[in-house]
């Protein structure tokens, strides 16, 4: 059965932090890793991964796939109170599946 | 681009009633599409697999009869949750898929609450 643990749950910083999410996986033929932002309503789509070793960037987000060690992180700098959301990592494995994790919860305070 | 909308954002009904949920992909073509149901606290959990033309595929313990899915059109799928009583109470999310290659990012719909009394 695919796995994917996010780590940790919850979280709580100040603004100007720098923050990291983790994320690990098990899932058979693995296509691609992705992650998401869920605020009150649906998640919205952040990066898909799907090399090792590459860096994605958007603004103060970036994320980086390590296939070997079957995990992701996901960093935030100079947080700010918009930030605060829960992130979700999800990884699509074979029959086009997506598994998500249960999220982390970061809040960010002023 | 990729938007997907759903409608309604939020039903209360009765129990024993039948809700009907949209989910539309406004500004491209889906030929897949999924739905998740997420309690809270909890992470999505996918209930099935809609494909255009086609029978959905649903995952382990979800009732087919229970919820019906049509995605009649490329751009259109419908979650039905038939005889729904309170234990269906949840947050109903579908995403859509642009292309067909399962690398591609799903892009998800507002989703919509649902409420059973």
């Known amino acids: 059965e695919d796995k994917v643990v996010q780590s940790p749950l919850s979280l709580v910083v100040h603004e100007g932090d720098t923050v990291t999410l983790n994320c690990s996986y098990e899932?058979?033929?693995?296509?691609?890793l992705l992650w998401y932002k869920q605020e009150k309503k649906a998640p919205t789509f952040l990066f898909m991964l799907?090399?090792?070793?590459i860096e994605k960037k958007s603004g103060r987000l970036s994320s980086i796939l390590d296939k070997k060690e079957l995990f992701s992180i996901l960093n935030i700098t100079a947080t700010q109170t918009g930030d605060s959301a829960v992130y979700l990592c999800?990884?699509?494995?074979?029959?086009?599946?997506?598994?998500f994790g249960i999220g982390t919860k970061l809040q960010v305070i002023p | 681009g990729a938007v997907v909308s759903q409608h309604p954002s939020w039903v209360i009904c009765k129990s024993g009633t039948s809700v009907k949920i949209e989910c539309r992909s406004l500004?491209?073509?889906?030929?897949?599409m999924f739905w998740y149901r997420q309690f809270p606290k909890q992470s999505l959990m996918l209930m099935a697999t809609?494909?255009?033309?086609?029978?959905?595929?649903?995952e382990q313990g979800v009732e087919k009869d229970k919820f019906l899915i049509n995605h009649a059109s490329l751009t259109l799928s419908t979650l039905t949750v038939t005889s729904a009583h309170p234990e269906d109470s949840s947050f109903y999310i579908c995403?859509?898929?642009?292309?067909?290659?399962?690398?591609?990012?799903?892009?998800f719909g507002d989703g919509t609450r649902l409420s059973i009394l």
């Open positions: 799907t090399s090792s070793g």
């Open positions: 999800a990884v699509a494995g074979g029959y086009q599946k997506v598994t």
């Open positions: 500004d491209f073509q889906a030929t897949t």
């Open positions: 995403s859509a898929r642009v292309g067909t290659g399962v690398t591609q990012p799903q892009h």
């Open positions: 809609s494909n255009e033309g086609s029978k959905a595929t649903y």
């Open positions: 899932v058979t033929n693995f296509r691609s």
